[in-house]
């Protein structure tokens, strides 16, 4: 009988490695497509004018969008819709969009709400108080927009001041019973 040792067992992890690298072992099924990777070449401009930020970070846009359709299978032919319907008002800031009268169509409106919240809240999906299931998308802590406008007086937390889901419930100031 074979010992294993700590090398053996390095040995085949090593080994392992080049037979990922080479697609020798396929990826998990639910993996994206090639088409589903990548974020359509507008997805940061129609972000900028919707959130009204030109600044946005380009190499947020990939994983901003990542998120939008992980979280919504309809998502990509929602956003080809917005996408049309902005380039077809010639819309190229954000009063534009407002002027144009999409934000009064419930569906295309609806759209715009996902991408600007994801933007600005750094993640995709409600945060449920101590749930392990259907979980948000996390895209961002420190880079969501919603620090921006305090940035100069807040302090970004790092972690959990008030312990795991603190949040999730109202602080005694405001607490109405």
Same mark, same amino acid.
């Given at each position: 009988? =074979?010992? $294993? $040792?700590?090398?053996?067992?390095?040995?085949?992890?090593?080994?392992? &490695?080049?037979?990922?690298?080479?697609?020798?072992? @396929?990826?998990?099924? *639910?993996?994206?497509?090639?088409?589903?990777?990548?974020?359509?070449?507008?997805?940061?401009?129609?972000?900028?004018?919707?959130?009204?930020? !030109? #600044?946005? +970070?380009?190499?947020?846009?990939?994983?901003?969008?990542?998120?939008?359709? $992980?979280?919504?299978?309809?998502?990509?032919?929602?956003?080809?819709?917005?996408?049309? #319907?902005?380039?077809?008002?010639?819309?190229?800031?954000?009063?534009?969009?407002?002027?144009?009268?999409? %934000?009064?169509?419930?569906?295309?409106? %609806?759209?715009?709400?996902?991408? &600007?919240?994801? *933007?600005?809240?750094?993640? &995709?999906?409600?945060?449920? !108080?101590?749930? #392990?299931? +259907?979980?948000?998308?996390?895209?961002?802590?420190?880079?969501?927009? =919603?620090?921006? @406008? /305090?940035?100069?007086? /807040?302090?970004?937390? $790092?972690?959990?001041?008030?312990?795991?889901?603190? *949040?999730? #419930?109202? !602080? @005694?100031? &405001?607490?109405?019973?």
């Amino acid at each position: 009988m =074979m010992r $294993t $040792t700590r090398r053996r067992l390095l040995g085949y992890g090593v080994a392992f &490695v080049p037979l990922c690298l080479m697609g020798g072992v @396929s990826g998990p099924s *639910w993996a994206l497509t090639e088409k589903e990777k990548g974020c359509p070449p507008d997805f940061l401009a129609i972000s900028a004018i919707l959130t009204a930020s !030109p #600044e946005l +970070n380009p190499i947020m846009a990939p994983r901003v969008w990542h998120a939008l359709i $992980t979280k919504d299978d309809a998502f990509m032919a929602r956003y080809r819709r917005l996408s049309d #319907e902005m380039a077809a008002h010639r819309i190229r800031s954000w009063p534009d969009y407002e002027a144009s009268g999409l %934000s009064a169509q419930k569906e295309i409106h %609806s759209i715009a709400v996902a991408v &600007v919240g994801a *933007w600005y809240l750094g993640r &995709v999906g409600e945060v449920l !108080p101590r749930s #392990e299931i +259907n979980t948000p998308a996390f895209i961002t802590y420190e880079g969501a927009l =919603m620090w921006r @406008s /305090t940035r100069d007086v /807040t302090v970004i937390p $790092t972690y959990a001041r008030g312990g795991p889901g603190f *949040w999730a #419930e109202a !602080p @005694s100031s &405001v607490k109405t019973d």
